[in-house]
């Protein structure tokens, strides 16, 4: 499948501000004006915007605890996500979710959940809601290895299959779960359920840091689901180059060698893409460039509108609390 260059630009352009994204807030952090968690999704920028290039606005995703790239790259409000993360009232959650609890309806982000493997019912049930209603609508769940240790994935994977849902469920392999490696948690190569695959139809296991490869894959899944063929199961292998929460100097010593680390960061997703895509003409350096001032000049625009943005008040406590 070739992939159009306005598509493999555009993706470029997602990869690039997520990490630029995610850069500014590890620079930031220390600085202690972010008063909510963070988990940084360095080194995993090619899933979301390879996933999240194949869909519509309408179509849903489900993410996790590290979701910045999820909520950039399915078209989120930049200056929001910042003001989240600054427990303001403009953020997207209006301040009472920080980093873990993003949420923008308007662009198909229904929502967060710090609960490991929280989303993937929710976003099964939305799967289920779309059919229900007749929509051509996909449902995507994205979720890391250590909620493949929970057995609400293979409840959700299971009722899935049965009723055919237009559910993509997207694993971010990234081989470990805080500080504990996926080989202390399950037996071989589990984690890609070769069992569900003859049931699932379409499941296959890829590389996760190559961006191309991820969107070629999940285009197959997302056409799949729309035409009601049923759920598809993608792993992506890849890695998180920073710690599990917070910045580069708060992740613990010693439980991860340095090397794999370094051999991973070799395999950086933006560098290879970006590389490939100057290589096939698809953008010069010129438009780099261009990129790299606008992408730096937003980034401080959000900042700043973050910090000039007040904080909820005691007469907000008691709003936002029940849907109407």
Request: aromatic share 8%; with cysteine.
């Amino acid at each position: 499948m070739n992939i159009v260059a306005k598509t493999r630009r555009d993706m470029l352009f997602s990869m690039l501000r997520i990490r630029r994204v995610q850069e500014r807030i590890e620079a930031d952090y220390m600085q202690d004006r972010m008063k909510t968690p963070v988990h940084l999704c360095v080194g995993q920028e090619a899933i979301a915007a390879g996933v999240c290039a194949t869909l519509r606005r309408d179509d849903s995703i489900q993410s996790n605890h590290r979701s910045h790239g999820h909520y950039l790259a399915k078209g989120g409000n930049l200056p929001a996500l910042i003001a989240e993360l600054h427990c303001r009232s403009t953020g997207c959650s209006k301040g009472y979710g920080g980093s873990m609890h993003v949420v923008d309806v308007s662009v198909g982000h229904l929502g967060t959940s710090s609960i490991v493997g929280g989303g993937i019912p929710i976003g099964t049930g939305i799967g289920l809601a779309f059919q229900m209603q007749k929509s051509d609508k996909v449902s995507v769940i994205f979720f890391g290895d250590g909620a493949a240790d929970e057995g609400v994935l293979y409840e959700s994977l299971n009722y899935a299959m049965l009723k055919k849902l237009p559910v993509v469920f997207v694993l971010e392999d990234n081989h470990w779960a805080v500080c504990s490696p996926r080989s202390t948690r399950q037996v071989a190569d589990n984690v890609f359920l070769k069992g569900a695959a003859k049931d699932l139809l379409f499941a296959a296991k890829i590389d996760g840091n190559d961006a191309a490869l991820v969107y070629q894959t999940a285009k197959k899944a997302v056409d799949r689901a729309r035409k009601g063929q049923g759920p598809s199961f993608i792993v992506c292998d890849t890695y998180r180059i920073l710690g599990h929460a917070g910045c580069k100097a708060q992740d613990p010593a010693g439980y991860r060698d340095t090397c794999e680390i370094d051999a991973w960061a070799c395999k950086c997703p933006v560098d290879t893409f970006r590389a490939a895509c100057l290589a096939d003409g698809t953008v010069d350096q010129a438009l780099l460039d261009e990129w790299e001032r606008d992408i730096a000049s937003e980034i401080e625009a959000a900042f700043r509108f973050a910090l000039e943005s007040p904080l909820p008040g005691p007469q907000d406590l008691h709003k936002h609390l029940f849907s109407e």
